[in-house]
Nanobody
Framework: QVQLVESGGGLVQAGGSLRLSCAAS????????MGWYRQAPGKQRELVAD???????NNGDSVKGRFTISRDNAKNTVYLQMNSLKPEDTAVYYC?????????WGQGTQVTVSS
């Protein structure tokens, strides 16, 4: 089993910044992929960004140029730096890891951007 603990969500004004963190623990194998997805009310869950244990990244189109994903392999932690936030970025942000052929989700952290 793998446990994911997210932190860093909250309320911010448009144009502001937030940094999300997600720490993974348990049976984690390399290589693996960690990432962030988000789900707004009434919408499907969508990719924000993910990053392999080798450092390759993949960003969703709606956040390119504004959000940056990074990770610390020694801590099994992934970060999401979110800049120039917009009201449409409001959603629950979920951390995800794929490791050893299995997929695990965090419980989510709310990000609310006010206009």
């Amino acid at each position: 089993q793998v446990q994911l603990v997210e932190s860093g969500g909250g309320l911010v004004q448009a144009g502001g910044s937030l940094r999300l963190s997600c720490a993974a623990s348990g049976s984690i194998f390399s290589p693996n992929v960690m990432g962030w997805y988000r789900q707004a009310p009434g919408k499907q869950r969508e990719l924000v960004a993910d990053i392999t244990s080798g450092g390759s990244t993949n960003n969703g189109d709606s956040v390119k140029g504004r959000f940056t994903i990074s990770r610390d392999n020694a801590k099994n932690t992934v970060y999401l730096q979110m800049n120039s936030l917009k009201p449409e970025d409001t959603a629950v942000y979920y951390c995800r890891i794929i490791t050893g052929g299995r997929l695990f989700w965090g419980q989510g952290t709310q990000v609310t951007v006010s206009s």
